[in-house]
């Protein structure tokens, strides 16, 4: 529990508080990706890897530029953990903090997952989400956060007085990374970084501002689909939560594999080139 406040209430409390907010990026001159060239090739793909993650564990996978890829859930509810690198330079991955501060708590169709400083550029376009309907609850719950950082063992054994748990997130997207970059968990673990949490429901309790998460809506069959604005790595966690209706870092909660789809178009859509690196100079004043 939070302690209560014990400063004194000053007299223009109510004035200070009512002041409008201000949107801290105002995105009106952020260039937008024109999803109509998208949508436009997308009735003709051609499927060239899939992928299953498993249960509790996590896998890789390539999606180079120009292509889609899709993350399906194919035989039960639930969430996944994903991690996004520059496939030639995983110096440069996604960048959840100014994802969210560009997007919004939540991503879907349209937004564009951003890439860490100093490249700071778009990485991948979500082109297609069947949990769109979803919009925001009563509870202020919606899907596919940057918010939440993935669960990690680190956190549990705070948590738990010294528990051990290595089946978290954090740990199979590090196993991964290991696997797929053939150097040692301890290297590859400093790769690991915040997550999109796909297909999962979430957001901050009113009275509080705890992060909180509810049973996902997705059921088999639906999928988010994003294209690759340069050639990607993937990596995504089958989170032991499941579909994270009651808890996370479990293994007694109903969880299901994963399917990650790659698929080519037969052309690019229309005045696509790859973004290029962020223009700014970094010399910060100097």
């Known amino acids: 529990m939070k302690p209560q406040a014990i400063t004194p209430t000053p007299i223009d409390a109510d004035a200070r508080k009512s002041i409008a907010p201000v949107i801290c990026y105002p995105v009106e001159t952020l260039p937008r990706p024109d999803l109509r060239a998208y949508q436009a090739v997308r009735d003709d793909l051609e499927l060239v890897d899939r992928v299953t993650v498993p249960a509790r564990d996590a896998a890789t996978w390539i999606v180079p530029a120009g292509h889609f890829c899709r993350l399906r859930c194919e035989e039960g509810p639930q969430v996944g953990d994903l991690n996004l690198f520059n496939a030639n330079d995983i110096s440069e991955r996604l960048y959840t903090g100014k994802t969210r501060a560009l997007n919004g708590t939540h991503v879907g169709l349209g937004d ?104 996902s809506p997705v059921r088999p069959g639906d999928y988010l689909e994003f294209f690759a604005e340069i050639d990607l790595l993937g990596c995504m966690s089958a989170c032991p939560g499941g579909d994270c209706s009651a808890q996370h870092s479990s293994d007694v909660a109903q969880c299901y594999p994963l399917e990650v789809e790659v698929l080519r178009p037969r052309r690019v859509p229309e005045g696509w080139a790859p973004p290029a690196i962020n223009g700014y100079d970094r010399t910060h004043g100097a």
């Open 112 to 215: 564009q997952l951003f890439s860490n400083f100093p490249y700071m550029r778009p990485i991948a376009t979500i082109t297609h989400d069947t949990l769109d309907w979803y919009g925001f609850d009563e509870f202020g719950g919606s899907v596919h956060d940057v918010i939440g950082t993935r669960c990690d063992p680190y956190t549990h054994n705070l948590l738990s007085h010294g528990g051990q748990y290595h089946h978290c997130c954090h740990s199979n997207l590090t196993r991964a990374v290991a696997r797929h970059l053939d150097m040692p968990l301890t290297q590859a673990e400093q790769h690991v970084h915040d997550v999109l949490n796909v297909f999962m429901c979430t957001g901050f309790t009113r009275d509080t501002g705890q992060y909180f998460m509810k049973a």
